[in-house]
């Protein structure tokens, strides 16, 4: 029986008088992949930064693990620990080297032990094919690996849900082929809870068990992953489909 592990209901959203969000609702349960696809400025990225607490809505109600999330600076704080993100723009400390940057908010946020973060870590490090970097800074790394990087930091928190926000948007295509392949592991052999925003469409309708279709800040469609990419409900995501070559 499928486990309810996040569930938005009614989220609105606004930047001074400009409505970001209209009336978000979903659920998702645990291992599923939700993934959000539409147009440049359709929300996508406002709503996952809404979903760990980066940006502040105006309305509506998000549960994780069947409790109301009170959003609070204080109880965000504690939910990111189960609700890991992955950006585009990597966000690595570039004065800590690969290890300080993976062992840092285990260490001081869940107070774990150097010893057993360290050990994970390494294992996490060679399941990317990055284990010989562990001494190496961000600026001797190269886009790809760098998100490799804030992949494994992520992971090393043990989230419940990992984010990820258009990780593959400034790569290259060998490099993007890699950060795929990442990601469906971690779908296919882990059964990761995620969601992501992304513009790889092959990828999109390999991965994902829902597709939330996303324009002007409005879900357009709500549809199991298959049936969005082979018999889309609106003509808008079919024309989107069309547009990216799918």
Known sequence: ????????????????????????????????????????????????????????????????????????????????????????????????????????????????SEVDVKQEATKLLKRVGLEKYVNAYPRELSGGQKQRIAIVRALAMHPEIMLFDEVTASLDPEMVRGILKIMSDLSEKDHMTMIIVTHEMSFAAKIADQVLFLEDGKILEDTPGKEFFTKPKTKRAQEFLDSMNF
Not at 31 to 38: D, H, I, N, P, S
């Open 1 to 112: 029986m499928a486990e309810e592990i996040l569930k938005v209901e009614h989220l609105n959203q606004f930047y001074g008088d400009w409505q970001a969000l209209h009336d978000i609702n979903f659920t998702l349960n645990r291992g599923e992949v939700l993934t959000l696809l539409g147009p440049s400025g359709s929300g996508k990225s406002t709503l996952l930064r809404c979903l760990n607490g980066l940006e502040n809505y105006k309305s509506g109600t998000i549960y994780f693990e069947g409790k109301k999330v009170d959003p609070t600076e204080k109880n965000w704080q504690n939910i990111r620990q189960k609700i890991g993100m992955v950006f585009q723009s990597y966000d690595l400390f570039p004065n800590l080297t690969v290890m300080e940057n993976i062992l840092l908010a285990p260490r001081k946020v869940q107070k774990r």
